[in-house]
């Protein structure tokens, strides 16, 4: 069991480290690149998951060639976090599939971090409430 004390703590905690890993990234250039994205199943539970993670620029073209990497957390402390690389669809240009696992109920951030082709970085936070546990 945990307790609201270790819980808030455990949420400091992944905040802290995306405030720095926010000062981290501010040497490199931000990209400007709008970032959609879909998970599917849409209500996950333990087991495999997809992120389709869509990457256009300012004038709305796709945007190939990008590196696209997922970082899991639980909003608890003490578990390892999930990490997955992305694949870039052949047939679709600007659209990346993650395939990731959901290793325990509960509520998960996902972190998406785009490197695009010239260098340019952004990151995305996606917040999954109550990952169910497995049918
Ligand atoms: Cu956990």
């Known amino acids: 069991m945990i307790n609201a004390t270790t819980r808030a703590a455990a949420i400091a905690g992944v905040l802290a480290a995306a405030a ?9 250039k931000e990209a400007h ?3 959609r994205w879909t998970l599917s199943p849409p209500a996950p539970a333990i087991g495999p998951a997809t992120l389709a993670v869509t990457l256009d620029d300012a ?5 190939a060639g990008a590196k696209v990497r997922l970082e899991g957390h639980m909003t608890h402390a003490g578990m390892a976090p999930v990490f ?3 694949v870039e669809a052949r047939d679709t240009p600007g659209l990346y ?14 972190l998406v971090s785009v490197t695009l082709p010239d260098g340019a970085r952004t990151e995305r936070r996606i917040d999954v ?3 169910r546990a497995s049918d």
């Open 33 to 35: 690149v709008d970032v």
């Open 97 to 110: 599939a993650i395939a990731f696992t959901f290793t325990m109920e509960g509520d998960w951030i996902l």
């Open 84 to 86: 997955a690389d992305a």
């Open 20 to 28: 720095l890993a926010t000062a981290c990234r501010r040497a490199a």
């Open 59 to 63: 004038a709305g073209k796709p945007v």
């Open 129 to 131: 409430r109550s990952v």
